[in-house]
């Protein structure tokens, strides 16, 4: 009866060190790539940054955008756009707020 016990108690504990050591997001992958397809001389800093090319860096919360971040999902005017030539466009038209 002792190792079922154990077994859950492992099981518990496997998963929360997966919440505790999270792999690395890149986002939406097909802004990923296009981004990367746009400014090739910033897939160094893209690379560095993350998710901070459109999110906030500070804080764990992932929902606030920055300034690049908000005008790239107004321009793009939806959620999960897949289209190339639309999320093209968005770059380019938030291009002006991109982060050095």
């Not at 097909?30 to 860096?57: I, R």
């Not at 300034?67 to 002006?96: P, S």
């Amino acid at each position: 009866m002792q190792r079922p016990k154990w077994l859950a108690i492992g099981f518990v504990g496997l998963v929360g060190l997966g919440f505790l050591f999270p792999g690395a997001a890149t986002g939406r992958q097909q802004y990923h790539v296009e981004f990367k397809a746009m400014y090739p001389g910033k897939k160094a800093n893209l690379d560095s940054v993350k998710c901070g090319v459109c999110h906030e860096t500070v804080g764990a919360n992932k929902k606030r955008l920055n300034e690049y971040g908000t005008a790239f999902g107004k321009a793009l005017g939806g959620k999960n756009v897949k289209d190339k030539e639309t999320i093209q466009k968005a770059l380019k038209e938030a291009e002006h707020y991109l982060p050095n």
